[in-house]
């Protein structure tokens, strides 16, 4: 049992977020040997990998996924590893791909940012925010899978750890 302590609701915000990444990220072991080069990796991450389609840095690159600007601090560099080559193995809440269909047939993708009983809002794959009532959806679903592509057969294990090396020194810049 942890004894009460006097934590500003910032401080007890801080705790309860390291617990549960804690609890939701799972110790991973590094597969590579390889040291990678930051340099390399930015060039690969924005040529050859074809990240920024998807993912941006601050306000460059896509909106399918997730803007990467900071995830050098919230992410290990095995997990971010992982996610890239095996991106099904942990979606976070916070990048939930959703699937809509309006009552007109229109289908609408994007990554979830909040639900309720009646609507659901996403960020759809042009960056646009959209909320949507259920009464209007003629179906919807939380996708169980990444839309992200493996990389684990596009890559060397090179070039992998180049992006890595290159992710995780982003902490927040723009």
Request: hydrophobic share 30%; charged share 25%.
């Amino acid at each position: 049992a942890m004894p009460p302590g006097n934590y500003s609701d910032e401080q007890a915000f801080a705790i309860v977020a390291y617990l549960h990444s804690m609890a939701i990220t799972p110790r991973t072991v590094s597969t590579s040997t390889n040291t990678g080069d930051a340099t390399r990796g930015k060039t690969i991450f924005e040529g050859k990998g074809r990240c920024l389609t998807c993912h941006r840095i601050g306000e460059t690159g896509g909106y399918t996924g997730p803007n990467l600007a900071g995830i050098g601090g919230a992410r290990r560099p095995p997990d971010l590893e992982r996610s890239l080559t095996d991106p099904n193995f942990e979606i976070r809440d916070e990048n939930r791909p959703v699937r809509a269909v309006a009552k007109d047939g229109t289908v609408i993708q994007g990554t979830l940012l909040n639900y309720d009983t009646y609507s659901l809002q996403l960020i759809d794959t042009k960056g646009n925010l959209r909320a949507l009532q259920f009464d209007k959806l003629r179906e919807y679903e939380f996708l169980k899978t990444s839309p992200m592509p493996s990389y684990k057969d596009k890559l060397t294990a090179q070039e992998i750890a180049d992006i890595v090396s290159y992710l995780t020194g982003l902490k927040g810049t723009k």
